[in-house]
């Protein structure tokens, strides 16, 4: 398709409710995977692949995605909009337990699902890239913190679907290989 050439859906008005924001876990998924939208939405998806090493799964995260900042470009017609960077800022705790997991992330390209407090999960398949550094704030009595910039360039808005029950966000952890959760339960290795 021409980008001059697009067909527009119908625009549909929510009669009632919202879409409760802040970002409340992430996934890494392996850039070279290829999952379908419908895999991301279920869990035993998810359960079936934590040992492969390619999709992680961080939760009780604190954080928010801003929609991203257009990149313009000047040509012979004026100023055009030629695409967007977005950047997703995530807060997670245990410093310690995962100081090894940041740092090899780090050196990888990704793509992510970020998923909210109401539920839903946006899926990024572009290449993400991950810089987490650690906060330590100078009042004494408050907790130290990872705090991972997330960002990726892309036109278009990240797939939004239905987060996968008990995966991202729930009171018990289901599995421990592979989740990193260490708001409940303080044992995983």
């Known amino acids: 398709m ?12 929510r009669s009632c409710g919202i879409d409760f924001a802040g970002i409340v876990g992430i996934g890494l998924i392996g850039i070279d995977e290829t999952p379908e939208e419908t895999d991301l939405e279920d869990p035993a998806f998810w359960v079936g692949n934590f040992s492969s090493g390619k999709y992680f799964v961080i939760r009780n995260t604190r954080g928010e995605y801003d929609g991203g900042q257009v990149i313009e470009e000047d040509d012979l017609t004026g100023t055009v909009v030629t695409g967007a960077e977005h950047l997703a800022t995530i807060d997670s705790t245990a410093l ?9 992330v780090q ?3 990704w793509k992510i699902v970020l998923v ?4 839903l999960m946006y899926y990024v398949q572009n290449p993400v890239t991950i810089y987490t550094k650690v906060v330590n704030p100078k ?14 360039y892309d036109f278009s808005n990240p797939v939004i679907l239905n987060a996968p029950e008990g995966i991202f966000f729930g009171i018990e952890p289901i599995i421990s290989e592979g989740i990193f959760d260490y708001t409940f339960d303080y044992t995983f290795e």
Do not use: H, P, R
């Not at 021409?2 to 625009?11: A, K």
């Open 139 to 152: 009042a004494i009595n408050t907790q130290g913190f990872y705090q991972s910039e997330l960002k990726w």
């Open 96 to 104: 310690i337990e995962n100081c090894d997991f940041w740092n090899s």
């Open 107 to 109: 050196s990888k390209f």
């Open 2 to 13: 021409s980008f001059c050439e697009v067909d527009i859906e119908d625009y549909n008005v």
């Open 116 to 119: 909210t407090s109401g539920g």
